[in-house]
């Protein structure tokens, strides 16, 4: 069999080494702290999966509109209009199967061979590979850690060529859960406008926020009509499994990235859809105590790494990661093995503190950690303890 050269652009996922050698020890009953989960920790709560019996007793178990059912897509606009200020019609918005399809359609939907697409780095994992896919190329737009990843390093204009079509933006992040700074998304909607690129917003870590409260993009001046809005019940909900996101953006589009799934997936699953419109527009308290519980969480991860010497950490305003600068260890060793990048570092944190943790470099930051505070306050507690000790080993 001979596959296609599609395959050689896109890059295995470099966090698989260290998760399959977490995988054989916690099956040799060793006792592991996972702080590398990318999903809550939090089963869906009781309500939402009723409503999904409900669904499947009322016979909601069959193929839906492409673009997803009327009463959801109502709810979604409803939805925008509530917390991100938005007004949407449903013509202009699409279901998917997560927010991974919605960008994914986008990216098919806009990319011609050899477009150019900005991507904030460090970024979410998965943005150059669909660039990728859509034959385009990423271009990585370095945020400023000192500037806690609120902007990039240098101003936003000279990322872009002619070649440019579109910019993804991720606030609050993954990996570093930083939420962009005012001035630079007027700047980015300013460049934008001139340029005519569209803007993906990526906010599935919307409702994941601290002590400031999110905007979205569109609701900026001038971004409406150039912004398409993605979001997914995964996070907000811990409904990861349940596979359902959406976009909001300009008719053309929707219907564009309507055409595509068409042919790929053609609806989101239908239990899932008719589950989501209460989920969407009814109470809400479920998803604001796991924010809230998030919000602990990051404290004490914050306070614990803050207080371990040669590691730099920025506070993280949203998401359930945080992204300490670990490079000061690079060049230690112990018992003769040196650690020489993030890959090393997670190896040795593995195996000599039993934690789980992602490297950087897969999110494009080979200086960095990614630390999930998707765990329980304790095993956070106990996980930083253990990475202390163990970094007290190297010289
Ligand atoms: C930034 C970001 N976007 C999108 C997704 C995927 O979300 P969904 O489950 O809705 O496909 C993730 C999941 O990790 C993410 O971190």
Same mark, same amino acid.
């Given at each position: 069999?001979?596959?296609?050269?599609?395959?050689?652009?896109?890059?295995?996922?470099?966090?698989?080494?260290?998760?399959?050698?977490?995988?054989?020890?916690?099956?040799?009953?060793?006792?592991?702290?996972?702080?590398?989960?990318?999903?809550?920790?939090?089963?869906?709560?009781?309500?939402?999966?009723?409503?999904?019996?409900?669904?499947?007793?009322?016979?909601?178990?069959?193929?839906?509109?492409?673009?997803?059912?009327?009463?959801?897509?109502?709810?979604?606009?409803?939805?925008? @209009?509530?917390?991100?200020?938005?007004?949407?019609?449903?013509?202009?918005?699409?279901?998917?199967?997560?927010?991974?399809?919605?960008?994914?359609?986008?990216?098919?939907?806009?990319?011609?061979?050899?477009?150019?697409?900005?991507?904030?780095?460090?970024?979410?994992?998965?943005?150059?590979?669909?660039?990728?896919?859509?034959?385009?190329?990423?271009?990585?737009?370095?945020?400023?850690?000192?500037?806690?990843?609120?902007?990039?390093?240098?101003?936003?204009?000279?990322?872009?060529?002619?070649?440019?079509?579109?910019?993804?933006?991720?606030?609050?992040?993954?990996?570093?859960?930083?939420?962009?700074?005012?001035?630079?998304?007027?700047?980015?909607?300013?460049?934008?406008?001139?340029?005519?690129?569209?803007?993906?917003?990526?906010?599935?870590?919307?409702?994941?926020?601290?002590?400031?409260?999110?905007?979205?993009?569109?609701?900026?001046?001038?971004?409406?009509?150039?912004?398409?809005?993605?979001?997914?019940?995964?996070?907000?909900?811990?409904?990861?499994?349940?596979?359902?996101?959406?976009?909001?953006?300009?008719?053309?589009?929707?219907?564009?990235?309507?055409?595509?799934?068409?042919?790929?997936?053609?609806?989101?699953?239908?239990?899932?859809?008719?589950?989501?419109?209460?989920?969407?527009?009814?109470?809400?308290?479920?998803?604001?105590?796991?924010?809230?519980?998030?919000? @602990?969480?990051?404290?004490?991860?914050?306070?614990?790494?803050?207080?371990?010497?040669?590691?730099?950490?920025?506070?993280?305003?949203?998401?359930?990661?945080?992204?300490?600068?670990?490079?000061?260890?690079?060049?230690?060793?112990?018992?003769?093995?040196?650690?020489?990048?993030?890959?090393?570092?997670?190896?040795?944190?593995?195996?000599?503190?039993?934690?789980?943790?992602?490297?950087?470099?897969?999110?494009?930051?080979?200086?960095?950690?990614?630390?999930?505070?998707?765990?329980?306050? @304790?095993?956070?507690?106990?996980?930083? @303890?253990?990475?202390?000790?163990?970094?007290?080993?190297?010289?």
């Amino acid at each position: 069999m001979k596959l296609a050269d599609r395959l050689d652009k896109i890059k295995p996922s470099k966090t698989m080494a260290v998760m399959a050698l977490a995988k054989d020890l916690k099956e040799q009953g060793v006792d592991i702290v996972d702080l590398g989960a990318g999903e809550p920790d939090f089963p869906t709560p009781e309500y939402i999966r009723d409503l999904a019996t409900k669904a499947m007793a009322d016979g909601y178990t069959k193929y839906t509109k492409v673009d997803g059912i009327p009463e959801l897509k109502e709810a979604i606009v409803v939805k925008l @209009e509530r917390d991100n200020n938005l007004t949407y019609s449903t013509d202009q918005i699409i279901v998917t199967s997560g927010a991974k399809q919605a960008i994914y359609n986008a990216m098919m939907a806009v990319v011609n061979e050899g477009d150019e697409v900005i991507i904030l780095s460090p970024y979410w994992v998965s943005f150059p590979e669909m660039v990728k896919l859509a034959d385009g190329e990423p271009v990585f737009a370095e945020l400023d850690p000192k500037r806690d990843y609120r902007r990039t390093l240098k101003p936003f204009e000279e990322y872009v060529t002619d070649r440019t079509v579109a910019v993804v933006l991720n606030s609050p992040s993954n990996p570093v859960g930083s939420l962009l700074d005012d001035e630079f998304i007027a700047d980015v909607i300013k460049v934008s406008r001139e340029k005519s690129l569209l803007i993906i917003s990526d906010e599935t870590y919307e409702r994941i926020t601290f002590e400031n409260k999110y905007k979205s993009i569109a609701a900026y001046e001038g971004a409406a009509e150039l912004t398409l809005t993605v979001n997914s019940m995964s996070k907000t909900y811990s409904m990861t499994g349940w596979r359902l996101g959406f976009a909001a953006g300009a008719k053309e589009l929707i219907k564009a990235m309507s055409k595509i799934q068409s042919q790929i997936t053609s609806n989101a699953n239908s239990i899932a859809q008719k589950a989501s419109v209460e989920t969407l527009t009814g109470d809400q308290s479920a998803a604001e105590m796991m924010k809230d519980k998030y919000w @602990e969480r990051r404290d004490v991860v914050y306070e614990g790494l803050s207080n371990l010497p040669g590691i730099e950490v920025n506070k993280p305003e949203g998401s359930f990661f945080i992204f300490p600068d670990v490079s000061a260890y690079y060049g230690k060793s112990l018992n003769g093995k040196s650690i020489n990048g993030s890959v090393e570092f997670a190896e040795f944190l593995l195996e000599h503190a039993k934690v789980v943790v992602i490297p950087g470099i897969a999110f494009g930051s080979d200086n960095n950690i990614r630390i999930s505070f998707a765990a329980p306050r @304790e095993e956070i507690k106990k996980g930083i @303890e253990r990475i202390g000790e163990a970094l007290n080993l190297l010289n």
